[in-house]
């Protein structure tokens, strides 16, 4: 049972450039998220989706966007990354008690 | 708007020495999570507290919740090397206010424990 699947693990990018950071979860949960996480500072919710095919917002979504065709997938994608968007990248899912199970993380550098 | 304050933000013990993180919330709520994070890795789910009194223990770890003082506390007993972390809780809204996408994580306690 893999859980939470993230890839890519490490990327480097340019500013300017696009990328998408996959995410995919076996445990049929409904509720998907992701978050970002920066030295000292906690997790930030970027975006969450409640089932396939609804999403929304959360604290931080300015530069990225998501989809969720499948209740499986949960890509989240970056638009001309700035080096603010320099951090590590968490997609988790979570179940009828809330719990969130994380996958691996995603280190991003954007110069 | 619900706040989470956890502390001490960083905590230096000795192994076989019992401490207590707190975990301090702003508004009412009935669910509360503990999750630890190894250096460089991802965060594991430790304990869920969703009931007032609650309390859970695995192996040197209790943690409790007192839903009418917005209080959690996670217990260390005799600790160990192998719980050298850094520990974040999590706060989610009360019941019918929304699910885990309005939960608010406090910046964690790094725990260093040292032979």
């Known amino acids: 049972n893999a859980g939470v699947t993230q890839t890519p693990k490490f990327r480097i990018l340019k500013i300017g450039q696009s990328m998408t950071l996959q995410c995919a979860q076996d445990?049929?949960?409904?509720?998907m998220y992701w978050y970002r996480q920066d030295p000292g500072m906690g997790l930030k919710l970027i975006y969450y989706?409640?089932?396939?095919?609804?999403?929304d917002k959360g604290e931080v979504p300015n530069g990225y966007n998501v989809s969720r065709s499948t209740t499986e997938d949960f890509p989240l994608r970056l638009e001309l990354a700035a080096p603010s968007q320099t951090s590590v990248y968490f997609c988790?899912?979570?179940?009828?008690?809330?719990?969130?199970?994380f996958g691996e993380g995603s280190r991003l550098t954007v110069l | 708007e619900l706040k989470v304050e956890q502390n001490p933000l960083f905590l230096s013990m000795q192994e076989g020495k019992n401490y207590t993180i707190y975990c301090n919330y702003s508004?009412?709520?009935?669910?509360l999570y503990w999750y630890r994070q190894d250096p460089g890795k991802s965060l594991e789910s430790l304990f869920v507290?969703?009931?007032?009194?609650a309390v859970k223990q695995e192996g040197r770890l209790m943690a409790s919740l007192d839903t009418k003082a917005r209080l959690s506390t996670l217990h260390i007993t005799a600790a160990v090397h192998d719980l050298s972390a850094t520990y974040f809780c999590?706060?989610?809204?009360?019941?019918?206010?929304?699910?885990?996408?309005?939960?608010?994580f406090g910046k964690g306690t790094k725990l260093t424990v040292n032979p």
């Open positions: 507290l969703l009931s007032n009194g």
């Open positions: 989706s409640v089932g396939a095919g609804i999403t």
């Open positions: 508004t009412t709520s009935d669910r």
């Open positions: 988790a899912s979570s179940g009828v008690t809330g719990e969130l199970f």
């Open positions: 445990m049929n949960h409904n509720y």
């Open positions: 999590a706060v989610g809204p009360y019941a019918g206010q929304g699910g885990s996408e309005k939960l608010v």
